[in-house]
């Protein structure tokens, strides 16, 4: 077993469900699916009773965890990345493709973060962790939380939609200057909104779309299968393309532009983005 982690609760107004309070506090589990994990198996216990997912937490408990150790912990993954934005309490950084946020494999942005990001200075400074997700052959811009509140705050955003994030792809085939697309994904409503910003002819595609894209919920792979189900995919999708339109080679042409939301802690209201990507630029020569 590794070392037990503990934490003292500090007074909290009201009192807040263990499983939501403990995101980001432990090394060995800083994901909420990893602090259920690790619930479900009886390895947190609070005041040395073990604790579940129905524990509440209500302000002065001492909360401990200890897990099998993870042999991949001890190797050091050396991968740069790109800050677009840091201060104290979070950090926007680009996410290349090929690459997971987060899971299982060694190589990931998440286990390239703590050397990439300067430690955030405040009491409760945690090991940055990505607060939202990118597919594994998507570009763009990311949001982590570098400090236990702000995972906490981050999430509480996402989950109220309080983030707009805004995506552009480019799509194969005819379309409709702007447009909304509605479904079920996983059993469970989805939305994105789009709007044809550009349109080049292409000798092998018909016609080239560069969309802007806001999703208006954030279902896994809902940009991908939305614009596939209304017959456009997008360029260079493998798995939700037209099989004789498949562009092998150059990746997946959806890239995540911008977030917009107030920062939690400084009110102040945010504005991060992360510019095209140069192969995004060939096709469509007037985006900079």
Not at 46 to 62: D, H, K, L, P, Y
């Given at each position: 077993?590794?070392?037990?982690e503990s934490h003292i609760v500090p007074q909290l107004q009201t009192p807040i469900r263990l499983q939501e309070y403990g995101v980001g506090i432990f090394h060995a589990a800083l994901t909420k699916s990893a602090l259920k994990k690790a619930l479900k198996k009886q390895y947190v216990t609070v005041n040395g009773v073990i604790a579940t997912s129905a524990t509440f937490i209500n302000?002065?408990?001492?909360?401990?965890?200890?897990?099998?150790?993870?042999?991949?912990?001890?190797?050091?993954?050396?991968?740069?990345?790109?800050?677009?934005?840091?201060?104290?309490?979070?950090?926007?950084?680009?996410?290349?493709?090929?690459?997971?946020?987060?899971?299982?494999?060694?190589?990931?942005?998440?286990?390239?973060?703590?050397?990439?990001?300067?430690?955030?200075?405040?009491?409760?400074?945690?090991?940055?962790?990505?607060?939202?997700?990118?597919?594994?052959?998507?570009?763009?811009?990311?949001?982590?939380?570098?400090?236990?509140?702000?995972?906490?705050?981050?999430?509480?955003?996402?989950?109220?939609?309080?983030?707009?994030?805004?995506?552009?792809?480019?799509?194969?085939?005819?379309?409709?200057?702007?447009?909304?697309?509605?479904?079920?994904?996983?059993?469970?409503?989805?939305?994105?909104?789009?709007?044809?910003?550009?349109?080049?002819?292409?000798?092998?595609?018909?016609?080239?779309?560069?969309?802007?894209?806001?999703?208006?919920?954030?279902?896994?792979?809902?940009?991908?299968?939305?614009?596939?189900?209304?017959?456009?995919?997008?360029?260079?999708?493998?798995?939700?393309?037209?099989?004789?339109?498949?562009?092998?080679?150059?990746?997946?042409?959806?890239?995540?532009?911008?977030?917009?939301?107030?920062?939690?802690?400084?009110?102040?209201?945010?504005?991060?983005?992360?510019?095209?990507?140069?192969?995004?630029?060939?096709?469509?020569?007037?985006?900079?």
């Amino acid at each position: 077993m590794t070392p037990t982690e503990s934490h003292i609760v500090p007074q909290l107004q009201t009192p807040i469900r263990l499983q939501e309070y403990g995101v980001g506090i432990f090394h060995a589990a800083l994901t909420k699916s990893a602090l259920k994990k690790a619930l479900k198996k009886q390895y947190v216990t609070v005041n040395g009773v073990i604790a579940t997912s129905a524990t509440f937490i209500n302000g002065g408990e001492c909360i401990s965890i200890s897990v099998l150790k993870d042999v991949s912990q001890m190797k050091k993954l050396i991968f740069h990345l790109d800050v677009l934005f840091e201060d104290e309490y979070l950090a926007a950084i680009h996410k290349p493709a090929g690459i997971l946020v987060s899971g299982n494999n060694f190589k990931t942005i998440a286990n390239a973060l703590f050397q990439n990001l300067k430690r955030s200075n405040l009491p409760d400074a945690t090991i940055p962790k990505p607060v939202h997700r990118l597919d594994f052959a998507t570009t763009g811009i990311l949001l982590v939380g570098k400090t236990e509140s702000s995972i906490r705050a981050l999430n509480k955003l996402f989950e109220n939609r309080e983030i707009k994030k805004t995506y552009y792809a480019i799509s194969i085939g005819d379309m409709e200057v702007n447009g909304k697309i509605t479904s079920e994904i996983d059993g469970k409503e989805s939305q994105s909104n789009y709007t044809v910003c550009e349109s080049v002819a292409s000798p092998r595609f018909g016609k080239l779309n560069l969309l802007k894209l806001e999703p208006e919920t954030g279902r896994r792979h809902q940009l991908r299968k939305h614009l596939s189900h209304i017959g456009n995919p997008i360029l260079g999708d493998k798995d939700y393309g037209i099989d004789n339109l498949i562009l092998n080679g150059k990746g997946l042409y959806l890239h995540a532009y911008s977030l917009k939301f107030i920062h939690p802690f400084t009110n102040e209201e945010t504005y991060l983005i992360d510019p095209f990507p140069t192969r995004f630029k060939k096709i469509f020569t007037q985006i900079k």
